[in-house]
């Protein structure tokens, strides 16, 4: 059995087929803070696209509204073409089935072991049976990377670089088609979070994965995005790759990818793209 074997209706999309997300006016409020006004984006399929943006900005605030965690106060949120707010419940699950998601500290249960963790959602949402749901979990823990015995630990037990793997692991677990990456290398020192990027880009091209990755690490952006949306003033105020952006004469940009540390990101990115 392949790993694919779980995946539905996992077809070959034509090129006319909609984009993973498109979001069209969004409002977002917790009571008088407005943290959205009339917020527009579209993530392309097969795109790895950053989103970026000051503390507060909202970008966490878009991933729930995008997943279905916060109930947009206007506009409208498509995925693969269909309205979020329109769709039915049985709609709804069979789409939660085509994204998976990686939350910043993992969201792991504790009381389970990594394998357990991984099949989960396997056993939530197929029939299959458990000797084949867990050698799946098994082939997803070897995906990210991690050593089999890995699977047998409890998240305490790794270090945080597994734990972001492990997680990733169970966002892969369903074959989605779309992957949500709440800051991914937060937290790994840099030769970890790079390794990381490298796995994040490796997967997308192999599993042909549309992935949305909030991030602040600068050198994520310029080694594996292919555009970044940047957040400001409540909107995506400019969704372009990194190259583009450098030229924007917005101030927050500007100072975001031409400070020092953009500054050294963007030199580290030209040599990982010459190699
Ligand atoms: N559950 C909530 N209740 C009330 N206000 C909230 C809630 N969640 C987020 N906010 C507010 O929404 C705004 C955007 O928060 P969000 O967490 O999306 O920012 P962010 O861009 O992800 O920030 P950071 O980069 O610091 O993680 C902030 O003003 C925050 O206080």
């Known amino acids: 059995m392949t790993a694919a074997a779980t995946a539905p209706e996992k077809t070959d999309a034509p090129a006319s087929a909609p984009p993973p997300i498109e979001v069209d006016g969004l409002v977002s409020c917790f009571g008088d803070n ?3 006004d009339k917020l527009d984006l579209t993530v392309k399929r097969g795109e790895v696209l950053g989103v970026v ?10 991933l729930n509204s995008i997943i279905g965690l916060k109930i947009p106060d206007g506009g409208v949120i498509r995925l693969f073409g269909q309205d979020m707010q329109e769709a039915s419940r049985r709609k709804w699950t069979a789409l939660e089935r085509r994204w998976g998601v990686l ?10 072991t990594v394998r357990e963790n991984v099949a989960a959602p396997l056993f939530e949402h197929t029939r299959l049976p458990k000797s084949e749901i867990l050698e799946l979990a098994d082939l997803k823990i070897a995906l990210t990377g991690l050593p089999p015995r890995a699977g047998s630990l409890k998240p305490a037990e790794l270090s945080g670089g597994m734990r972001k793997r492990a997680g990733l692991a169970r966002a892969l677990a369903l074959d989605p088609e779309l992957l949500f990456l709440d800051e991914p290398t937060a937290g790994l020192d840099p030769i970890g979070a790079a ?64 400070g020092p540390r953009g500054r050294a990101a963007a030199g580290k990115g030209a040599t990982a793209r010459s190699r």
Request: overall charge negative; cysteine-free; charged content about 20%.
């Open 103 to 112: 939350f910043q500290q993992g969201a792991l249960f504790s009381n389970l």
């Open 34 to 36: 407005v943290v959205h």
């Open 53 to 62: 943006g000051g503390s507060g900005t909202g970008k966490s605030v878009l």
């Open 195 to 258: 390794a990381f990027d490298e796995l994040i880009k490796d997967l997308s091209d192999s599993l042909d994965l549309t992935v949305f990755m909030i991030t602040h690490d600068l050198d994520s952006l310029y080694a594996i995005t292919d555009r970044v949306a940047v957040l400001a003033d409540k909107q995506v105020i400019a969704q372009a790759p990194v190259e583009e952006l450098e030229h924007s004469d917005h101030p927050w940009i500007k100072e975001y990818f031409l």
